[in-house]
C-alpha cells in the first residue's frame, strides 16, 4: 500500500496558521477516524500530537488542531512558534491492517 | 511515568545476526500493543510490524514481513526486534513505541543501527 500523499513542506511567520494536508484513499482515510499525526524533531523521536483525527493529548497546546473531509485530513497549527519548526506526519488506520500507514512527512519552516 | 527504553548503537556487518530490545517500565506491559517503526537516514518513518505481549500476537508489515522477528519477554518487560542475516540496508534508525488510544503515544529515543557491506 503507498504511503499517505503530504506536501513535502510548508512554511510560515510566528503568529500565523499553517494547514498541512494528508490525502489518502477510501481503503485509509476515507474509511476510518483512526488518523494521528506526529511530530518529529531534528534527532529525537516522534511525538503524538493529535489522534483520531482532531483528539490531543493532555500535554499538547491547543493552537493544534485536526480535521478530515472525505480521504484528506489536515492538521493546523495556529499562533505559530519558533519550537513549531519540525516534521510532521500523518497516519492513517487501512482496510487491511491497524498498523496504518505513515505519509511521507512535511517539514515546517518557522521564519 | 511510562517509559520506553532501547537498547544502544548497533555497527554489524552484513549477513550478521541482530537483536535490538525495548524495556518498558510504569505500566502493565501485557496489555498494551508496542510497535516498531523504521527510519532510513533522510527519510519517513515506516512501520514494520507490532506485537501485543499478552499472547505474543506478532503482526507484520507486508513489506517487510520475513525480513524481521518481533518478540516479547514478559518476565522483563522487553520487546525485541530481530534480524537473521543483516543487509546495508538495513542502515535505520529504530523506534519502538506503545500504543495510546488507537494510536502511538509513548516512543522510545531510538536505536541507529549501521550495517556495513
Known amino acids: 500500500q503507498s504511503a499517505l500523499t503530504q506536501p513535502p513542506s510548508v512554511s510560515g511567520s510566528p503568529g500565523q496558521s499553517v494547514t498541512i494536508t494528508c490525502t489518502g484513499t477510501s481503503s485509509d482515510i476515507g474509511t476510518n477516524n483512526r488518523v494521528s499525526w506526529y511530530q518529529q524533531s531534528p534527532n529525537t523521536a516522534p511525538k503524538l500530537i493529535l489522534y483520531e483525527v482532531g483528539n490531543r493529548p493532555s500535554d499538547v497546546p491547543d493552537r493544534f488542531s485536526g480535521s478530515k473531509s472525505g480521504n484528506t485530513a489536515s492538521l493546523t497549527i495556529s499562533g505559530l512558534q519558533a519550537e513549531d519548526e519540525a516534521d510532521y506526519y500523518c497516519n492513517s488506520y487501512t482496510n487491511s491492517t491497524t498498523l496504518g500507514i505513515f505519509g511521507g512527512g512535511t517539514k515546517l519552516t518557522v521564519l | 511515568e511510562v517509559q520506553l527504553v532501547q537498547s544502544g548503537a548497533e555497527v554489524r556487518k552484513s549477513g550478521e545476526s541482530l537483536k535490538i530490545s525495548c524495556k518498558s517500565s510504569?505500566?502493565?506491559?501485557?496489555?498494551?500493543?508496542i510497535g516498531w517503526v523504521r527510519q532510513m537516514p533522510g527519510k519517513g518513518l515506516e512501520w514494520m510490524g507490532m506485537?501485543?505481549?499478552?499472547?505474543?500476537?506478532?503482526r507484520y508489515s507486508p513489506s517487510l514481513q520475513g525480513q524481521v522477528t518481533i518478540s516479547v519477554d514478559k518476565s522483563i518487560s522487553t520487546a525485541y526486534l530481530h534480524w537473521s542475516s543483516l543487509k546495508a540496508s538495513d542502515t535505520a534508525m529504530y523506534y519502538c513505541a506503545r500504543r495510546y488510544s488507537s494510536a502511538w503515544g509513548y516512543w522510545g529515543q531510538g536505536t541507529p543501527v549501521t550495517v556495513s557491506s
Open positions: 510504569g505500566y502493565n506491559f501485557n496489555i498494551y500493543w
Open positions: 506485537i501485543y505481549p499478552g499472547d505474543s500476537d506478532a
